[in-house]
C-alpha cells in the first residue's frame, strides 16, 4: 500500500510563487514517475508535470517556463516549484505516483491565485 502526503499549498497573489511537496512511502518500485495533477473549479483534473526515476520530466504547455518539477528519489519525495502564478492556476493540485501499473494519489492540496 502506498500513501502520498502533500503539503505547501495556500494563497498567492498572482505574480507570486509557491512550492509544493509530496512524500510517498509503502511498496515502491524502483522504476516509477511522480507527477502533478490539478482540478481547476468545475473542469476536469490535468496532468501538470511529471519527473521519472530516472529524472525525465515532461510539462503541460500552461506552465512550461513558470513551473519546475523535482524529486528526491531516494526520499521518494517530489517538488513543484511553481513561480510566476496566475489566477488560472487556481485548483487543487494533486501528487500522483505511476507505479507498478497502479496510479496512486494524493489527498490533494488547494492553490488560490488572487489577481
Known amino acids: 500500500q502506498v500513501q502520498l502526503v502533500e503539503s505547501g499549498g495556500g494563497l498567492v497573489q498572482a505574480g507570486g510563487s509557491l512550492r509544493l511537496s509530496c512524500a510517498a512511502s509503502?511498496?515502491?518500485?524502483?522504476?516509477?514517475?511522480m507527477a502533478w495533477y490539478r482540478q481547476p473549479p468545475g473542469k476536469q483534473r490535468e496532468l501538470v508535470a511529471v519527473?521519472?526515476?530516472?529524472?525525465?520530466?515532461n510539462y503541460a504547455d500552461s506552465v512550461k517556463g513558470r513551473f519546475t518539477i523535482s524529486r528526491d528519489t531516494p526520499k521518494n519525495t517530489v517538488f513543484l516549484q511553481m513561480n510566476s502564478l496566475k489566477p488560472e492556476d487556481t485548483a487543487v493540485y494533486y501528487c500522483?505516483?505511476?507505479?507498478?501499473?497502479?496510479?496512486?494519489w494524493g489527498q490533494g492540496t488547494q492553490v488560490t491565485v488572487s489577481s
Open positions: 500522483a505516483l505511476h507505479n507498478r501499473g497502479v496510479l496512486d
Open positions: 509503502g511498496s515502491i518500485a524502483r522504476d516509477n514517475a
Open positions: 519527473v521519472t526515476s530516472r529524472g525525465l520530466t
